[in-house]
């Protein structure tokens, strides 16, 4: 089978990766070619043409199997600075302790940074979509702003609400 064209406005060919196809088989992937073109799948084809002369990467990904981005559907960036922190510890103990009102108060360059390497973490690990439910405790507009910024800066896709409480923590916990 001859290579198929390479279509308008690639940017980057994956070539020869396993990829798992809605009508092939999902336990023997077939390798294919695929072109992206901005932030678009442009083609997929069992062989794409050489890229001659055109300003295309190509990745060469025989032996691996390449999966669309993952979507991280529960994420609360204001937890970003607190892995490590605490021990395992019973709910009402992290509750307690775990939740933004009980964190320092950050400077807008900190929830900046927080943002930033959360959503370096993640799209590290595959994943390319948030929906984060953050909580800014306390509310500052400033923050919000320097959130937003920061996804858009990093380049990660976001479903953004803001998470607010109307109980405090140890109230959410059934009693024993």
């Known amino acids: 089978m001859s290579p198929q064209p390479i279509p308008p406005g690639t940017t980057l060919i994956v070539r020869g990766g396993r990829a798992v196809l809605p009508d092939n088989d999902w336990h023997a992937p077939e390798a294919v070619d695929i072109a992206i073109a901005g932030p678009e799948i442009a083609a997929i084809a ?68 927080r943002t930033l390497l959360g959503g370096l973490e993640c799209l590290r690990s595959g994943i390319t979509t948030i929906q984060d439910m953050l909580t800014l405790y306390p509310f500052e507009e400033r923050h919000l702003d320097a959130v937003m910024q920061a996804y858009e800066q990093i380049g990660i896709r976001v479903i953004f609400s803001l998470q607010y409480a109307d109980r405090v923590g140890l109230e959410t916990i059934p009693p024993s």
């Open 46 to 113: 069992p062989s794409l043409a050489a890229a001659a002369g055109a300003p295309i990467e190509e990745l060469d990904a025989r032996g691996h199997l390449v999966l669309p981005g993952f979507i991280n559907a529960h994420y609360h960036s204001h937890d970003v600075l607190a892995k490590g922190t605490l021990e395992e510890v019973p709910l009402e103990s992290w509750r307690l302790y775990a939740l933004p009102p009980q964190y320092p108060p950050r400077s807008v360059e900190e929830v900046r940074a």
